[in-house]
């Protein structure tokens, strides 16, 4: 074991000079790093006690915006007839609804089926088949029918020698009309000793299409091909089982159409989907529940409530011998705590002026928020909709311009720990520093003592020659 210079030294001076420069140094360093520490530590629960604060508020406003996007706190849609389902789009409607439709038609999409085939591997024949997409409408003068293009793109399909059977031509439909957006679906109808190919286009009369083949012939020249899928006024060799139509359907005693069954722009905010025609109208409403309002206030009441609750803990301050609360003497959580009551007061523009106030939350003398139910059901039912957009304001995202949002009283935290976490950075920098500077001082003490330690050695042997010297003169004497 290699042996301690200053142990070795104590010949000299008999001191354990190990001990005595660890106790200066670490003397000198406790002076100076128990402030950094202790300011480490106070910062280190302040950023955590403002980060609860940050994440509480945040969590309050998200909780908030969930039952608004939800469609919770606006105007409620129903049906009288499972004939038209309805929902919400976006906000939902501005106002309440009162509206009877009748379905005459649903939209539907174009059905072709193809003649018999044995199996779904039965060839097809090579070459390319053509669909061209837009109206298609009786002939008067045949039994054929007559066909208008229309502006969207026409799609190919090219069956070669490593598609070329029923299934190959279905999944080439299917993949072309894919990549395309054109569509048309494919798919093979089996039974025992039969196979038939279905095509169904997109609702809409619009949507409709023909087929055209251009074949290189089948796997031995002269046998059928592709032309047996031609679908053209005149050559329906694949037949049509179902015409593509368009939705009819009387609103309010006005005759519309829509290419399909799911109608956003009929009623505002609404989104109607036709599931069979009616002999009668159905009733379509929309209105506003109280009710749910009333439990969104008082659920959001109660959460602002436990908030001031928690801003009031981390402020409280030394009291029976008892630590102070992390942020006592914090300026951001009194900040919160005045945002906070200010938002029962303040009126917001978006909500027409209104005021939570007006929707019955008060703050009690304890210093509580509370909220009666009671103003709330007095309030008319036209400013229910001013109700419902505070509510949205205060849940929005933060805005410098929108002082009374939840999550831009949020950010006063969030900007505070940011200049707090600053703050313990540097003490913990100063703490690093102390660090350094002890053991600067160790390394210097050891050097000093072990100087003085040689300079007592050396001062010992001459004593100890001068003592040998007196003796040997003292006993010459003698």
């Known amino acids: 074991m290699a042996t301690n210079p200053l142990t070795t030294f104590n010949a000299g001076s008999g001191l354990d000079s190990r001990l005595l420069v660890d106790g200066l140094v670490n003397a000198e360093r406790e002076a100076r790093s128990a402030p950094l520490t202790r300011r480490v530590e106070m910062l280190t629960a302040r950023i955590s006690a403002l980060g609860q604060l940050r ?77 061209v997409f837009g ?107 179902e015409a593509a139509q368009d939705a009819e359907l009387v609103l309010d005693g006005v005759a519309i159409t829509r290419s399909s069954n799911r109608i956003e722009d009929a009623i505002g905010g609404a989104r109607l989907t036709l599931r069979r025609t009616t002999t009668a109208g159905v009733a379509i409403t929309a209105a506003r529940d109280g009710q749910a309002v009333s439990g969104a206030l008082a659920d959001f009441v109660g959460t602002l409530q436990a908030m001031r609750q928690l801003i009031g803990d981390f402020r409280r301050p030394s009291q029976d011998g008892e630590e102070p609360g992390p942020l006592a003497n914090d300026p951001t959580a009194r900040a919160l705590d005045q945002r906070i009551t200010r938002l029962v007061t303040e009126p917001v523009a978006q909500a027409n002026g209104l005021r939570l106030a007006d929707l019955g939350v008060s703050i009690q003398r304890d210093g509580s928020i509370t909220v009666d139910s009671a103003r709330l059901a007095n309030l008319p039912p036209t400013r229910l909709a001013d109700a419902e957009a505070l509510l949205r304001e205060l849940s929005g995202p933060a805005s410098p311009t929108r002082p009374g949002r939840l999550q831009s009283i949020a950010q006063l935290a969030v900007t505070a720990s940011d200049g707090l976490t600053r703050q313990r950075d540097r003490a913990n920098q100063d703490l690093e520093k102390v660090q350094r500077a002890s053991d600067v001082q160790r390394t210097l003490l050891t050097r000093q003592f072990a100087a003085m330690d040689r300079a007592v050695a050396l001062s010992r042997a001459t004593q100890v020659q001068l003592d040998q010297q007196i003796a040997f003169w003292t006993q010459r004497d003698n």
């Open 135 to 241: 109206r298609k409408s009786p002939d008067p003068n045949s039994t054929s029918f007559l066909f208008a293009a229309g502006t969207r793109p026409s799609l190919n399909v090219t069956i070669t020698a490593e598609n070329n059977s029923l299934t190959g031509l279905a999944k080439a439909i299917n993949d072309a009309s894919t990549a395309a957006g054109a569509g048309v679906t494919a798919s093979i109808v089996a039974s025992t000793g039969s196979a038939t190919l279905v095509l169904r286009g997109a609702e809409g009369a619009e949507n409709a299409f023909i087929i055209s083949a251009a074949a290189t012939g089948g796997p031995n020249l002269g046998t059928p091909g592709l032309e047996r899928f031609n679908h053209t006024p005149g050559a329906e060799t694949i037949v049509q089982g």
């Open 55 to 131: 994440s509480a508020l945040s969590g309050i406003a998200t909780s908030l915006d969930s039952r608004v996007r939800t469609g919770e706190l606006g105007v409620q849609l129903a049906s009288s007839d499972a004939a038209i389902s309805v929902e919400r789009v976006g906000l939902g409607p501005t106002s309440a609804v009162a509206s009877a439709v009748v379905v005459n038609k649903l939209a539907a999409g174009q059905r072709l089926n193809s003649p018999v085939f044995t199996s779904g591997t039965d060839p097809v024949g090579l070459g390319t088949l053509s669909f």
